[in-house]
């Protein structure tokens, strides 16, 4: 089964509010990462935080990570056109498996 | 660093033909994964190799589909006989996994499959 899902499926905004996607769980992790996929391209990678970790900023993102709850959350600050997209977390379990698992992802439309 | 490499960009082939997809990693990376991206079933991991060495293949659908890596810098996902319902985006990807176990994993462009 999967092991993240996201929430919403779908989220539409204006251009300059902020959009808030959550990611949810089942099992330990030892990292959660964050990607992101514009239409008819690869994911890119955006984030990863790892499982010891509560809070991690990357410029006009922020995630954090409640492993209590075995959940996620990516805010976008100050959304623009350009951040339409899908977004997905992948979590890593605690193996050595190397592999990460996607969830379904969310899909974002910022509306200029 | 060109990224992940993957070819062809677009396949079109008949049900029953055989389709090889291409991916050439990043260079350094030891691990490189397959996935299949539908509307339907989402982003999946087919099978994926660390060292050149295959280390989960449970997500290959069937016997029809088949993966190798010879070297460091190439792999192939091979479709033999290919099938409609395997119409869809295959994305390969790399990581380099040290003992810091960094997990972000870099993608390539895709191909898009039609089998008619």
């Given at each position: 089964?999967?092991?993240?899902?996201?929430?919403?499926?779908?989220?539409?905004?204006?251009?300059?509010?902020?959009?808030?996607?959550?990611?949810?769980?089942?099992?330990?992790?030892?990292?959660?990462?964050?990607?992101?996929?514009?239409?008819?391209?690869?994911?890119?990678?955006?984030?990863?935080?790892?499982?010891?970790?509560?809070?991690?900023?990357?410029?006009?993102?922020?995630?954090?990570?409640?492993?209590?709850?075995?959940?996620?959350?990516?805010?976008?600050?100050?959304?623009?056109?350009?951040?339409?997209?899908s977004?997905?977390?992948?979590?890593?379990?605690?193996?050595?498996?190397?592999?990460?698992?996607?969830?379904d992802?969310?899909?974002?439309?910022?509306?200029? | 660093?060109?990224?992940?490499?993957?070819?062809?960009?677009?396949?079109?082939?008949?049900?029953?033909?055989?389709?090889?997809?291409?991916?050439?990693?990043?260079?350094?990376?030891?691990?490189?994964f397959?996935?299949?991206?539908?509307?339907?079933?989402?982003?999946?991991?087919?099978?994926?190799?660390?060292?050149?060495?295959?280390?989960?293949?449970?997500?290959?659908?069937?016997?029809?589909?088949?993966?190798?890596?010879?070297?460091?810098?190439?792999?192939?996902?091979?479709?033999q006989?290919?099938?409609?319902?395997?119409?869809?985006v295959?994305?390969?990807?790399s990581?380099?996994?040290?003992?810091?176990?960094?997990?972000?994993?870099?993608?390539?462009?895709?191909?898009?499959?039609?089998?008619?």
């Amino acid at each position: 089964s999967q092991q993240g899902e996201e929430d919403p499926q779908a989220l539409s905004i204006q251009e300059g509010e902020n959009a808030t996607m959550n990611c949810s769980y089942k099992t330990s992790i030892n990292n959660l990462q964050w990607y992101r996929q514009n239409s008819g391209r690869g994911l890119v990678h955006l984030i990863l935080i790892r499982s010891n970790e509560r809070e991690k900023h990357s410029g006009r993102l922020r995630v954090t990570l409640d492993t209590s709850k075995k959940s996620s959350s990516l805010l976008i600050t100050a959304s623009r056109a350009a951040d339409t997209a899908s977004y997905f977390c992948a979590t890593a379990y605690n193996t050595n498996a190397g592999k990460s698992t996607f969830g379904d992802g969310t899909t974002l439309t910022v509306k200029p | 660093d060109a990224g992940v490499i993957q070819s062809p960009r677009h396949e079109v082939t008949e049900m029953g033909q055989e389709v090889t997809l291409r991916c050439k990693p990043i260079s350094g990376h030891n691990s490189l994964f397959w996935y299949r991206q539908t509307m339907m079933r989402g982003l999946e991991l087919l099978i994926y190799f660390n060292n050149n060495v295959p280390i989960d293949d449970s997500g290959m659908p069937e016997d029809r589909f088949s993966a190798k890596m010879p070297n460091a810098s190439f792999s192939t996902l091979k479709i033999q006989p290919s099938e409609p319902r395997d119409s869809a985006v295959y994305f390969c990807a790399s990581s380099f996994r040290g003992r810091d176990m960094g997990y972000e994993q870099y993608f390539g462009p895709g191909t898009r499959l039609t089998v008619t």
